[in-house]
C-alpha cells in the first residue's frame, strides 16, 4: 500500500461513490484529508466516520475554492493531495441539451477542475511539503463517448487536456507538482444507480462492456487514485490510468 502519512489531500464529491472510496483509503493510507460536497449532511457523515475534516462546497463556484484550500492549510500545515473527483451526469443529447443543462455540466466538470487545481496549486507548492500530487477523474466516455450525454462527454474529454496543460506547465515551473488523469470505466456507485432509473438494463450494458463482465468497486478505482497521490510514481505526470476492466482494450466486435 502506498504510504500517505504526514500528507495532507482535498477530496471533491466525498459523501459517495468514487469520492468516499477515496476518502476511505487515503486516510487508510495514513494520509489527512479534508473531504467536500455539496452534499453537507452524507459528506460530513463519511467524514466523521473516517476521521476527515469535512467541507461544504460547491465545486463549480470558483471563489469557495480558495477558502477551501486555506481550511485545509490552516488545519494540515500543507496541502499535498488534490483529488478533484466531483461529478454529474447531465443525460441530454446534442438533440435536445439546453444551454442551462450544458452550461451546469461544464461548470461542475471542467470549470470545478481547473479552478480546483488554480487555487490549490500555490498552496502546494509553498506547503511545508514542496510539490504535490494533482489527481483528476476524467471518464471512459472521454475515450469512447456518449451519444445521449454531449456535456458529460464533452467536460471529461476536456479534463484530459486539461491535466496534461497543467502536468506540463508544473513540470516546467519546476514547482514539483504532477498532476496525473484516472479514467474509471463503469463503476457501481451513485451515478449509475441513477442512470439505471432513467434506462433501465443500462447497469448490465455497462458491464458487459468490460470483458471481464463487471462494473468496478469504487475501491479499485480509489487504488489507482492512491497510487498516483504517492511518491510511488514520481516520474508520472501527463498520464493517464484507466481503471476499466479492459473495458477501452478490446475491439467492440469481440
Ligand atoms: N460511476 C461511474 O461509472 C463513473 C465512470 C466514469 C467516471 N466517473 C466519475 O467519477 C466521479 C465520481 O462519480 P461517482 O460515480 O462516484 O458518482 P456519485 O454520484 O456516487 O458521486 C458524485 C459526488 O459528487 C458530488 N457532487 C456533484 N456535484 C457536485 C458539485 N457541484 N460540487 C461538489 N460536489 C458535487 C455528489 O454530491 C456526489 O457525492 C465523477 O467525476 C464521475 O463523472 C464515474
Known amino acids: 500500500m502506498p504510504d500517505l502519512s504526514g500528507k495532507a489531500a482535498i477530496v471533491t464529491g466525498c459523501a459517495s461513490g468514487i469520492g468516499a472510496a477515496t ?18 449532511a452524507a459528506g460530513k457523515a463519511l467524514c466523521d466516520e473516517t476521521g476527515a ?6 465545486v463549480s463556484d ?3 475554492w480558495d477558502e477551501v484550500v486555506a481550511q485545509a492549510l490552516k488545519a494540515f500545515g500543507s496541502l499535498d493531495i488534490l483529488v478533484n473527483n466531483a461529478g454529474m451526469v447531465s443525460g441530454a443529447s446534442i438533440g435536445d441539451v ?19 487545481c488554480r487555487a490549490a496549486i500555490p498552496a502546494m507548492a509553498s506547503g511545508k511539503n514542496s510539490g504535490g500530487a494533482i489527481i483528476n477523474i476524467a471518464s471512459t466516455t472521454a475515450i469512447a463517448p456518449s451519444p445521449v450525454d454531449v456535456g458529460y462527454s464533452a467536460s471529461k474529454g476536456a479534463v484530459r487536456v486539461l491535466s496534461k496543460s497543467i502536468a506540463t506547465w508544473c513540470a516546467q515551473q519546476k514547482n514539483g507538482i504532477r498532476c496525473n488523469t484516472v479514467i474509471p470505466g463503469a463503476t457501481e456507485t451513485g451515478i449509475l444507480h441513477a442512470a439505471e432509473e432513467a434506462m433501465p438494463g443500462i447497469m448490465a450494458g455497462f458491464a458487459a462492456i ?3 463482465n463487471r462494473m468496478a468497486d469504487p475501491a479499485e478505482t480509489a487504488a489507482a487514485i492512491a497510487f498516483l497521490a504517492s511518491d510511488e510514481c514520481p516520474f508520472m505526470t501527463g498520464a493517464e ?12 466486435g469481440f
Open 23 to 40: 476518502v476511505r483509503r487515503l486516510r487508510a493510507d495514513g494520509a489527512d484529508v479534508l473531504g467536500t460536497d455539496v452534499n453537507a
Open 53 to 58: 475534516r469535512f467541507a461544504e462546497q460547491d
Open 210 to 212: 468490460s470483458p471481464m
Open 98 to 116: 439546453a444551454d442551462d443543462v450544458w452550461d451546469r455540466v461544464l461548470a461542475v466538470n471542467l470549470t470545478g477542475t481547473m479552478a480546483g
Open 62 to 64: 470558483r471563489a469557495r
Open 241 to 252: 490510468m484507466l481503471v476499466d476492466g479492459g473495458a477501452m482494450a478490446i475491439h467492440p
